[in-house]
Every structure is written in structure tokens, then in C-alpha cells.
């Protein structure tokens, strides 16, 4: 994730040492050696301003490596994203509060409508692809393999206390402890609409719009399973065990493939069109974002999309301006 800040800084040092060399040692060329090794780096000329966000605890690893890259492009603009579950990054996008807004789901009808209503016009990027991971307990050696219809069966509530003998005959008379993502979040929605199908969760679940919440959750308990992104199971793989779905686990090439169904899912940005025209450092940030979140997202555990995504989400931002 930080190769491309080496090699500029590589850059930096070998031009440095040749101006050594040429004997260009004065203030003024030192200076102006500095201004040109920060026209290199960024491309552009530097910049100063203030870009908010919200939305997706999904989506947060991917823009918080990007926040922490770009400061060393353009380090006079501050950008401040908080993770509010994509539901509550909307409403926050909704209310004219902020820049842009995560997603971890498509948005949805109603949200589209108030946006409308407010006023605001919006554009969508995709940033990335995620496969939905269902994790256990590493002592869990009974249900590491489940098919769409038994996590059905396994989260959808019934008016019971379910145990995993419920599920299975042949697994243990134990109760099922249940870790969710809040009702704000887009993982939520979406494990909702694929799995649950619109009926209500177990109501045992504990949820939380923290992933951190849930990965201590179902890795301090035997009888534990939950649901988030994939990238928190790579974070914390040495402590959970990823269930297969149908038969395929997540992975790589199966999320990128969508043989990973119905659990892999597109990660999107939506960004205020008013922003992009009237604040350059927004549109600056989002020209970075679609320009290396490909590789931000595979350095933190997601896959990225096909370069041609990359650049269509380009010309359309540049259509904007």
C-alpha cells in the first residue's frame, strides 16, 4: 500500500543527488527541487480544503487507506470520513451534511426520492467488490459447510431458541449465539434481501455497526457465527473460520468471478455533484479514489474491479467537473 510513496521518495533522493552533483546547492534551487518533487507527486498543483464523508464500515478500510495515501499528495486538505453504517451515512448525505456517502448496497428508492426532494443530485461510483462472509468459531468443526437455505433456516427468526441440532440433527444440543451488522448497515441489507428474503432477523442477534464488535463476538464463543465483509475475515483469520456457501468459499478469484453467490456485491461511493463542480478538492479526492482504489482495495482485502470500471467511473467524473 505504500510502494508508490517509496518509489517517489526514490525519485525524490536520485534527483536531489544530481542536483548535488551539478553543484545547485543554493535556497532558491532547493526550493525549487522541493516544488517539483510535489508537482510530481501529485500531478497536479497543491491544493487546500475540506472533503467530508460517511457511510459504510464495508467500504471504510478501502477510503481510510486512500485518506492516508492522499495526505501525502496533497497534505493542505483535510478529509474526515466517519462510519456510520451505510443507512446512516445516506441520511447524513441526505441532510447536506457531507461529500460523498460509502455504500456497501445499492441505494435504495426512498433514499433516492429524498435526495430528489432535498435538491441534491448525486453520482454513483463503484469502487470495488466484496464477497459477505459468514464466520464461526475456529472450535466450530459442524457448520463450516452450509447451503443458502440452512443460513436461511439458521438467521431467520421463528419464535424459537434455536440450536445447532435445530439446523442438523448430528451437530450439538448447544444454543446459537448470533452476531449481526446494525440495521443501518448495507451488509444488513444486503444479507437481508439474499438471504432472509425480507423476513426479520433472529431477534437473539446481537448487532453492531462495529465489524470489530462482531469479530470479538463469534471468536470468543464456540457457539457463535456472524456475517460482515470479507476483508475483516482476512484482518482476522488467525481467529475465525469463513463458512462455504453452497459449496464455495470466499475468496479472490470466486468474489471477482461472482461464483460466490448470492454473498458477492459491488461497493459503491455516491458524491454530491454540486461538490464535484464547486469544491476542487473534492473532485480531486474522487479523482484519486477511482485513480487507486483498485490496488487500495486488494493491499486491505477486497477485490478490485476490472480496469475498465476504473476508467469509465473517470470520464464520467470528468464529465462533472
Do not use: H
Not at 481510510?64 to 492522499?70: D, I, P
Not at 451534511?97 to 429524498?114: C, L, V, Y
Amino acid at each position: 500500500m505504500k510502494k508508490w510513496k517509496y518509489l517517489t521518495m526514490t525519485a525524490a533522493l536520485g534527483s536531489a543527488l544530481l542536483l548535488g552533483a551539478c553543484g545547485s546547492e543554493t535556497d532558491e534551487d532547493a526550493t525549487n527541487a522541493n516544488d517539483a518533487t510535489e508537482t510530481a507527486e501529485s500531478g497536479d498543483a497543491q491544493l487546500t480544503g475540506t472533503v467530508a464523508g460517511d457511510g459504510s464500515s464495508t467500504v471504510s478500510p478501502i477510503t481510510e487507506a486512500l485518506v492516508e495515501e492522499y495526505a501525502g499528495v496533497q497534505p493542505d486538505v483535510q478529509v474526515s470520513v466517519g462510519v456510520s453504517g451505510t443507512g446512516g451515512g445516506l441520511e447524513k448525505f441526505i441532510a447536506g451534511e457531507t461529500d460523498f456517502s460509502n455504500a456497501s448496497r445499492p441505494i435504495k428508492d426512498e433514499e433516492k426520492a429524498e435526495l430528489e426532494k432535498a435538491g441534491i443530485d448525486y453520482t454513483e461510483f463503484q469502487v470495488a467488490f466484496d464477497g459477505l462472509t459468514v464466520v464461526v468459531n475456529p472450535e466450530n468443526d459442524w457448520a463450516t459447510e452450509l447451503t443458502v437455505d440452512q443460513l436461511k433456516k439458521l438467521w431467520v427468526e421463528d419464535g424459537t431458541t434455536k440450536k445447532w441440532s435445530d439446523i442438523d440433527p448430528s451437530w450439538p444440543d448447544e444454543e446459537i449465539v448470533y452476531y449481526s451488522p446494525g440495521t443501518d448497515s448495507g451488509t444488513y441489507d444486503y444479507f437481508d434481501e439474499v438471504i432472509l428474503e425480507g423476513a426479520d432477523l433472529e431477534n437473539a442477534a446481537t448487532l453492531s455497526e462495529d465489524d470489530n464488535v462482531l469479530v470479538q463476538g463469534v471468536a470468543s464463543d464456540k457457539n457463535a457465527i456472524g456475517f460482515f465483509g470479507y476483508a475483516y475475515y482476512l484482518e482476522n483469520q488467525d481467529k475465525l473460520t469463513a463458512v462455504t456457501v453452497d459449496g464455495v468459499a470466499p475468496t479472490n478469484e470466486t468474489i471477482e468471478s461472482g461464483e460466490y453467490t448470492p454473498l458477492s456485491r459491488p461497493l459503491f461511493v455516491y458524491a454530491k455533484n454540486s461538490a464535484l463542480k464547486e469544491n476542487e478538492a473534492f473532485y480531486d479526492f474522487m479523482k484519486y479514489t477511482l485513480e487507486n482504489a483498485g490496488e487500495m482495495a486488494e493491499a486491505v482485502g477486497y477485490v478490485k474491479l476490472p480496469d475498465e470500471k476504473y476508467e469509465e467511473g473517470l470520464k464520467t467524473l470528468e464529465g462533472l467537473k
